[in-house]
């Protein structure tokens, strides 16, 4: 068990001695795809803490890219671990039948957004749930092609990929992908792609869909799916603007167009209400679900309409999705959830942040834009407020520097950082990142 603590603490400047023999030897092993955003060495974790191998300890405002929901290392996450891994370890779901996933199914259902009947469909991660949601939308629609937003993030294996477009050197080289998949702008009111300003651009990002990709790419008939992040997450924490996602809904059901929402990184109270989709009232077609899910155990699931999810057998099936152990921990993590009201905190302390962190922009013109909703709140850093120049040095000079003085940030886009904190979260744990953030904002700006 970890100290109990109220505040981070730096015993050696990070990396410490230990970690950088880890890192050395970490360098001659492992992929160098894997991009590390700090030099730490995680030895050790409770709720909103982070120790690292030579005894620093962090205040988490990542939480592992928004899993932790319920906090490191929930007692009752660990307990249902534990006693599912002394009953039946894997039996395996392309053959057999086990409990804990019929369990999870029904205790999840009545929390998805939509009034008719459910399927489910267990995987091991986000992109693999965004590949079942794929392959699922071809089979029902019978359709070849989708659309995708730019900025999005949907996981790289070859069909998520080919919606994923964060960064040329996710793709690079990894030509052809899925064919059939046109990219068309996010409503990132902040920077337009089409240069308008919202309201009076009359939400063209809608009307280009229908206007030009619609009228002169692809027939509306011939596309099996939407594929869209209702907050989008590595792009950069982007809020679309309120009439956007309705609209997009519109569209799909004229059409007969699956609505497929990816609420990988903004589902399970992230963002204050069990999936983000629900601040616009969006009852999608198809929802892909996984880093929360478990808090921390590789899992994913792809949820559709019963009349959706209507493929026939060996059309998709895997080894390991939905094994005993790792749905434990989601059923877990839902009770939880409910028990500690970790929506309604999301909600009461995401405001908070939201309030201290226009505070500090006032106070810093670093700080081109706050967003959000709950605790899925970015921030977005510019040289200059009227160019907007991204200030991406600057943004990962904050990260570097606040990591020294112990709190865990993680960007997401060319410029910005984002606060994914465990739902735990306290205004107290809020006023010391702001604290740091703040400091650490000062050393940079000059
Ligand atoms: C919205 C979204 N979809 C899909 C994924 C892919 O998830 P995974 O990394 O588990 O494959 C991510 C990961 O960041 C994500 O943010």
Redesign the pocket.
């Known amino acids: 068990m970890m100290e109990r603590l109220t505040e981070p603490k730096i015993v050696v400047t990070p990396p410490g001695p230990r970690a950088k023999g880890i890192i050395e030897r970490d360098s001659k092993a492992l992929s160098q795809s894997l991009t590390r955003t700090s030099p730490l060495v995680g030895v050790e974790t409770e709720d909103v803490w982070v120790k690292d191998i030579d005894g620093n300890v962090y205040l988490d405002m990542g939480c592992g ?1 928004a899993v932790t929901n319920v906090g490191h290392r929930h007692p009752e996450v660990i307990a249902a671990v534990k006693k599912q891994l002394d009953i039946c370890d894997h039996v395996n779901s392309c053959d057999y039948y086990t409990l804990p996933q019929i369990e999870y199914a029904e205790k999840l259902f009545p929390l998805i957004p939509w009034k008719g009947q459910k399927r489910i469909f267990y995987a091991n ?3 693999e749930a ?1 590949e079942c949601a794929i392959k699922l939308a071809k089979w029902h629609t019978k359709r070849y092609y989708f659309i995708g937003f730019i900025g999005g ?4 294996t070859m069909g ?1 990929l080919s919606f994923t477009t964060t960064s040329t050197s996710a793709r690079k080289y990894f030509d052809p992908l899925m064919p059939g998949v046109y990219h068309t702008p996010y409503a990132y009111c902040y920077r337009c792609s089409f240069k308008q300003s919202y309201p009076d651009c009359g939400l063209w990002c809608l009307g280009f869909i229908e206007d030009v990709i619609m009228k002169k790419m692809v027939s509306p008939q011939e596309v099996a799916g939407i594929l869209v ?1 209702s907050i989008q ?2 792009g950069g924490y982007i809020v679309p603007p309120n009439e956007f996602l309705p609209g997009l809904k519109k569209i799909c059901e004229k059409n007969g167009i699956l609505y497929i929402d ?1 609420e ?2 903004s589902g399970f109270g992230r963002t204050g209400k069990m999936w983000a989709c629900e601040h616009w009232g969006i009852e999608p077609d198809v929802i892909c679900m ?2 929360a899910i478990a808090n921390g155990l590789p899992m ?1 699931a792809c949820v559709a309409r019963a009349e959706v999810m209507d493929w026939e057998g060996n059309a998709h099936e895997n080894t390991l999705g939905g094994n005993p152990i790792v749905v434990s921990a989601a059923i877990a993590v839902l009770e939880i959830m409910k028990k500690q009201g970790l929506l309604e905190n999301a909600t009461r302390v995401g405001k908070y942040l939201m309030k201290t962190l226009k505070e500090l922009m006032a106070r810093h013109e670093i700080i081109g834009d706050v967003r959000g909703k709950g605790l899925m709140v970015g921030i977005e850093l510019v040289k200059d407020r009227k160019t907007k120049v991204p200030a991406t040095k600057e943004r990962d000079e904050i990260i570097d520097e606040a990591f020294k003085r112990g709190l865990l940030l993680l960007g997401a886009g060319p410029c910005s950082l984002r606060l994914a904190p465990p739902l735990t979260l306290t205004e107290g744990h809020v006023d010391k990142a702001i604290e740091i953030v703040e400091g650490v904002i000062k050393k940079v700006e000059r």
């Not at 993030?153 to 790289?156: A, K, L």
């Open positions: 890219i991660s986000g992109t965004v993030f949907h996981g790289r998520a992040e997450g590595a990816d990988v990184q996984s880093k994913g």
